[in-house]
């Protein structure tokens, strides 16, 4: 019997390196709010098999506030990287493993402003086709 062996993907968390938030008037009733995510990849030079989503988000209701968001999940295969390995893995399941965490900072920090705001909860995002990648 021949058994195929699994790659196994390795999620070491997120930071949150930059957070930007500018209200501009006080929130009343409901507001349209822009949501807009763009995760990039990077492959660090001195290892073959780990990579970096970089995520950043921005959160927009115009004539009331900004929130811009910068985070970075840090991703390990148990393999080194190939291109069947990004499109199956850095491609689509890195940014959907990752967005649940910024989602939930995202809730709490709204949470955390009062009035201004209010609790965001952002809906769930779906990631397809191929990221950017960042060069050193």
């Known amino acids: 019997?021949?058994?195929?062996?699994?790659?196994?993907?390795?999620?070491?968390?997120?930071?949150?390196?930059?957070?930007?938030?500018?209200?501009?008037?006080?929130?009343?009733?409901?507001?349209?709010?822009?949501?807009?995510?763009?995760?990039?990849?990077?492959?660090?030079?001195?290892?073959?098999?780990t990579f970096k989503i970089i995520m950043d988000v921005e959160?927009?209701?115009?004539?009331?506030?900004?929130?811009?968001i910068e985070a970075v999940g840090t991703f390990e295969l148990d393999e080194e990287i190939d291109e069947n390995m990004k499109k199956v893995f850095v491609n689509s399941n890195a940014p959907a493993i990752m967005f649940p965490y910024v989602r939930s900072f995202i809730s709490t920090i709204t949470?955390?402003?009062?009035?201004?705001?209010?609790?965001?909860?952002?809906?769930?995002?779906?990631?397809?086709?191929?990221l950017e990648e960042i060069i050193n």
């Open 59 to 68: 959160l927009v209701a115009e004539s009331h506030f900004n929130l811009s």
């Open 111 to 130: 949470a955390n402003m009062g009035h201004v705001v209010g609790t965001l909860v952002i809906p769930t995002q779906f990631f397809k086709g191929d």
């Open 1 to 49: 019997m021949d058994v195929n062996k699994q790659t196994k993907l390795s999620f070491h968390g997120v930071d949150i390196l930059n957070v930007n938030f500018n209200a501009i008037a006080p929130r009343e009733g409901e507001l349209k709010i822009d949501v807009k995510c763009e995760p990039k990849v990077f492959y660090p030079v001195d290892s073959k098999k």
